[in-house]
């Protein structure tokens, strides 16, 4: 009972962040406008523009080119080492469905909310809003099963370290758009929340199909 506590917090907080991004209210709505001008000052005061540039590459890998590399590069190495035709279908099918339900996801809420961006401009009629943060998401569900993907045949001591390097470049593409202007902070952790909800499934389907106490002795260090 205790497990699902923490994707029913995360589902609560995905609905909080959706319905006060699309009524333009509430609590989260001030603070939004508080981080945009705090990490704008932070911005426009760092002095070096090389740190600028590195922003705007962190940024960057959220696009859909270095995500689905990363994603098929993890299913390649995890595919190599792993053993049987059904095992290999059922991971690639878990990475291709995770992807799907992130992106439909991200695509109706922009749509449907049509959220205008830090620079307040209004969204114009037809195109897509910036609830949620589509390159936020795109790198999180990527690179989260890439590493999910990975630790099937990862030693425990490496899995750690690949997930905990996962989630810290994570972070780094989300504060990157916050810097470089793109999204509101709202449009980040919504993505954020959506994304683990996604691949904590899907590391629930990962596992029920792998073989209790089994060792893999195949597992990379």
Known sequence: MYALLPPVALGVLLVVLTVQAALGAGPMIAVDEAVRDGVGDLASGSGPDRLDGVMHVL???????????ALA???VAAAWRTSGRGTRVRLAATAAVSVAVVSLAVITGKILIARPGPDGRAV?????????????????????ASALLLGTVLSAPARRRVYAGTSLLCVLIGFALLWCGYHWLG???????????????????????????????????
């Open 124 to 144: 114009p009629s037809g195109d897509w809003g910036f609830f949620p943060s589509g390159h936020t998401a795109t790198s999180a569900v990527c690179f989260g």
């Open 187 to 221: 449009d980040v952790l919504a993505s954020w929340s959506l994304c683990v909800l996604v691949l904590w499934a899907a590391a629930r389907s990962v596992s029920r199909g792998s073989p209790p106490g089994r060792d893999r002795p195949s597992a990379l260090r």
């Open 59 to 69: 940024a960057d890998l959220g696009g859909p080119i270095p995500g689905g590399i």
């Open 73 to 75: 590069a993890g299913y």
